[in-house]
């Protein structure tokens, strides 16, 4: 079956701009993951969706930062005023859920490269 | 805090000759370990991964990975380089409370010489 798409898979920006990446997980995944990755460094943990309520957004740099998943499936990740630092590479995992407990295997998409002129 | 570390930014062997990457990691309470295995231009695969079942876990394409307690370690290895091997590697350590947060270490790049 279909695995974690991303779009767009590429996003260029200038600063201070407001901007959307999506992320569409494996059909039937009720918990969904925001990470952030800069260059030379590993993904970084921003929110966790479990259905349509983030069970944790302990990542989340600032105010800035925002994510939606209204629907339990498709969730939006938002970045308002963005700044040169947000350039990274956004990546979107999904897994189970909670039938899988922590130990749940995530599935990662492709990643969103944002770059912030 | 948790916390996990890779040793190694970047790690060279020749084909047919011992893999070890290390990993330690830094947990208050007993961890759920992953690694992940990213090749370039794909996204992160699931290597293997530690659900304190086995203290010797074997994971896909040859790997093998073992948790060492008294050493907070998880060190994955391969007995045998491949080309194909050579990726970044990411050691992760999820809790086994309080939520799903998962944390990553820095990353090694293998590279395998022929």
């Known amino acids: 079956g279909a695995g974690v798409s991303q779009t767009p898979s590429n996003k260029v920006t200038e600063k201070g701009k407001y901007v959307e990446l999506r992320c569409d997980p494996i059909?039937?995944?009720?918990?969904l993951y925001w990470y952030r990755q800069s260059l030379g460094q590993g993904p970084e943990f921003l929110i966790y969706?479990?259905?349509?309520?983030?069970?944790?957004d302990s990542g989340l740099p600032n105010d800035r930062f925002f994510a939606v998943r209204p629907e339990g499936s498709v969730s939006t990740l938002k970045i308002q005023r963005t700044e040169r630092g947000d350039s990274a590479v956004y990546l979107c995992?999904?897994?189970?859920?909670?039938?899988?407990?922590?130990?749940?295997?995530?599935?990662f998409g492709p990643g969103t490269r944002l770059t912030v002129l | 805090a948790q916390s996990v570390t890779q040793l190694g930014s970047h790690v060279s062997v020749s084909e047919g000759a011992l893999v070890l990457l290390r990993c330690n990691y830094s947990?208050?309470?007993?961890?759920?370990l992953f690694w992940y295995v990213q090749y370039p231009n794909q996204g992160l695969q699931l290597l293997l991964k530690y659900t304190s079942a086995a203290t010797l876990v074997k994971g896909i394409n040859g790997f093998e990975a073992e948790f060492k307690k008294s050493e907070t370690s998880f060190h994955l290895t391969k007995p045998s380089a491949h080309m194909s091997d050579a990726a970044e590697y990411f050691c992760a350590v999820t809790l086994g409370t309080g939520g799903f947060k998962t944390i990553f270490g820095a990353g090694t790049r293998l590279f395998v010489k022929a």
């Open positions: 969706f479990q259905g349509t309520g983030a069970a944790d």
């Open positions: 059909s039937g995944h009720t918990a």
């Open positions: 995992a999904s897994s189970l859920g909670l039938a899988g407990g922590p130990i749940d295997t995530q599935y």
């Open positions: 947990s208050s309470v007993p961890p759920y």
